[in-house]
């Protein structure tokens, strides 16, 4: 019977869970994750895995279960759960659930890290017209404008994304999800209030 793994070419590395149920690698295989379908452990691969994940050279391979000194790790092969009877067993629903809030959290980690990077291209081209003052041509001048605009206006859908992700983790862990759509509806009307700079945001007459 085959299973699948996530594994760097030599199988050094393997995919894991951690405590906190996230993915991560371990160089421990009785600690691997094994999948029952290559579809399964594809769309892992595809949509759960950080960058940090896939750039260690990890990758889908099949391995032969409950065969003596097989590379399978022994302790996913005893705890490997059965797909259940039907779609609509307790099992399912749940394994379903945590499915998706693993998504959510790993999706939520992407973001903070692309926030990040364009929170760091943002103090780049800021210090570039600081240190510029007096010297950049109406050309370049506008070159920077329209650069910081681009940055700032990436950086809010993933801030705006965050919020949503935060929302339903939020509404999760005070156990009332069935407010979490009205509470995103929200952040669609929400108005921003200007800190500083309030002539910016005020009509013209």
């Not at 950080?50 to 005893?78: H, Y």
């Not at 206006?153 to 009332?176: F, G, H, S, T």
Request: glycine share 2%.
């Amino acid at each position: 019977m085959k299973g699948y793994v996530i594994a760097d070419k030599n199988k050094t590395i393997w995919l894991c869970k951690d405590a906190s149920n996230s993915y991560s690698l371990t160089t421990d295989k009785d600690k691997a994750v094994i999948f029952d379908s290559k579809p399964t452990a594809d769309s892992t691969f595809r949509n759960n895995l950080s960058k940090l994940i896939k750039s260690k050279g990890v990758e889908v391979k099949a391995v032969t279960l409950q065969i003596a000194g097989s590379d399978t790790p022994k302790k996913e092969l005893a705890t490997t759960p059965s797909v259940p009877a039907e779609n609509g067993s307790s099992k399912h629903i749940v394994s379903i659930v945590a499915d998706a809030v693993a998504k959510l959290n790993y999706r939520h980690q992407a973001l903070v890290e692309q926030e990040s990077k364009y929170d760091r291209q943002k103090t780049d081209i800021e210090h570039y017209i600081e240190f510029n003052a007096g010297k950049l041509n109406a050309c370049d001048g506008y070159k920077a404008y329209k650069l910081l605009q681009d940055v700032l206006l990436e950086r809010r859908k993933i801030k705006d994304e965050i919020q949503v992700i935060n929302v339903v983790r939020d509404r999760m862990a005070a156990e009332d999800i069935a407010n979490i759509e009205d509470k995103v509806k929200k952040l669609e009307s929400r108005i921003y209030e200007p800190r500083e700079l309030t002539y910016l945001f005020e009509k013209e007459k």
